[in-house]
């Protein structure tokens, strides 16, 4: 795909997306993009890719510290991950996030990888009961992880949150469209895009622009969760 806009003559490229295999093909993608910087060409990404371009991201760990934070304050402690591919760049820095909260906190969470995407959730569903029958909140790295989550959830005649809570990350329409609503992080992903257009525009005018700070994520309130159920008694 890079190829093919390059064959278009374009001025400047955004690398999105992230669901593939980025440690296997990272060494053939940091000499494309060698190849496209050295015939004037700016690239930028909007997520870590492990080569040396500027990127337009939020802070993942912090991204995934608030998610856990959210969950220890509604007093869970049977935690499942979906992390997406194993392979992505974003998934040791969101893993690191959430050990932190969680190690501190004394909880230890069951963490499942598949493949990004609706089919990739209900798969992950599968794998965590499998792995946890006891888990009473399930976190996603992205808002598909978490739809299809919640349809395998359904599937097992599991409800969502009266059963088994649910998060995720990305604060997409799929959060909004998932019923029950997505409790969702903000990644700022329109915020992020803006950014990497502007820094794109300026230097192709021959300015020296330069990445700003990575937005702060925040939580996006849905109706996906609920109290875990020990404190929902004692708060009775």
Not at 28 to 40: F, M
Not at 92 to 106: D, E, H
Not at 145 to 153: D, H, K, M, S, T
Not at 200 to 209: D, F, M, Q, T, Y
Request: glycine letters at 10%.
């Amino acid at each position: 795909m890079i190829r093919e806009l390059w064959e278009h003559r374009v001025n400047g490229i955004i690398l999105a997306g992230g669901g593939f295999d980025q440690q296997t093909f990272k060494s053939e993608l940091g000499g494309l993009v060698k190849q496209l910087t050295r015939s004037g060409v700016v690239v930028v990404s909007l997520g870590e890719r492990g080569i040396s371009i500027p990127v337009f991201s939020v802070d993942n760990e912090a991204v995934a510290m608030l998610l856990a934070r959210r969950s220890v304050e509604l007093g869970h402690t049977e935690i499942g991950i979906s992390t997406g591919p194993s392979n992505s760049h974003v998934t040791p820095q969101r893993l690191r996030g959430f050990k932190k909260v969680f190690s501190a906190a004394g909880i230890r969470s069951t963490i499942v990888h598949t493949t990004f995407g609706i089919l990739g959730g209900v798969e992950a569903a599968e794998k965590l009961l499998a792995a946890n029958p006891k888990i009473t909140m399930i976190i996603a790295n992205a808002d598909t992880l978490a739809v299809g989550i919640v349809q395998g959830l359904a599937a097992r005649g599991i409800h969502v949150p009266d059963d088994i809570s649910v998060m995720s990350a990305g604060n997409t329409i799929y959060a909004e469209i998932c019923t029950p609503r997505l409790v969702t992080a903000d990644i700022c992903l329109a915020q992020c895009c803006e950014a990497a257009v502007n820094y794109i525009h300026e230097a192709i005018a021959g300015g020296r622009p330069t990445v700003p700070k990575p937005p702060v994520p925040k939580l996006i309130d849905g109706e996906s969760v609920r109290m875990a159920e020990s404190r929902r008694m004692r708060a009775m």
